[in-house]
């Protein structure tokens, strides 16, 4: 009975120590491309990660100024479910996906863009929140990955001031 329960004891210390090796090795790469007032995300996973995910939660933090962020989805994500949440409080937008059908095709997903809404000139810094990505495949299972590549992006709202409408020239008289 001894040499059993020590056994079960040494199993569970083996399963405990390869855990954070398997995260390791599932973990995606978050990347970032800012242009203005918007940065385009593509999350990519690696080769020997199971890319069978059908739903994704991602978090990302804004931080800046009164600026507020939205997320546009790309028009190739095919998924029902397409949703953002933004707290104003924390600068958290957190996006979801999910769908019957996998997210990933050929490793990599482009995701969408986020967008600043705030006044002309403000800038705001935007990161992937560390520990936020979640990824849940057609069984249910929930693979967690932590990497996020390209770090935080600067982006900046350019605006556009009304354009003046143009003042009618009088025709000239004849003298």
Do not use: H
């Amino acid at each position: 009975m001894k040499k059993r329960i020590a056994t079960l004891l040494v199993g569970a210390a083996l399963l405990a120590a390869a855990l954070p090796v398997w995260a390791a090795d599932t973990a995606g790469t978050v990347t970032m491309e800012a242009e203005g007032d918007r940065a385009a995300v593509c999350l990519t996973l690696p080769d020997q990660a199971d890319q069978s995910a059908t739903a994704l939660r991602l978090t990302f933090q804004v931080e800046g100024g009164d600026a507020k962020a939205e997320f546009l989805f790309d028009q190739g994500m095919n998924c029902p479910v397409q949703e953002y949440r933004y707290e104003e409080s924390s600068g958290l937008l957190t996006v979801y996906l999910a769908g019957d059908k996998p997210l990933f095709q050929d490793g990599s997903a482009q995701l969408g863009t986020i967008r600043l809404k705030a006044d002309k000139g403000a800038v705001a810094a935007v990161r992937v929140v560390e520990d936020s990505l979640e990824l849940v495949n057609a069984a249910y299972g929930k693979a967690q990955t932590t990497s996020a590549s390209g770090g935080e992006v600067t982006l900046t709202v350019a605006g556009t001031s009304p354009t003046p409408q143009p003042e009618q020239t009088p025709a000239p008289t004849a003298q």
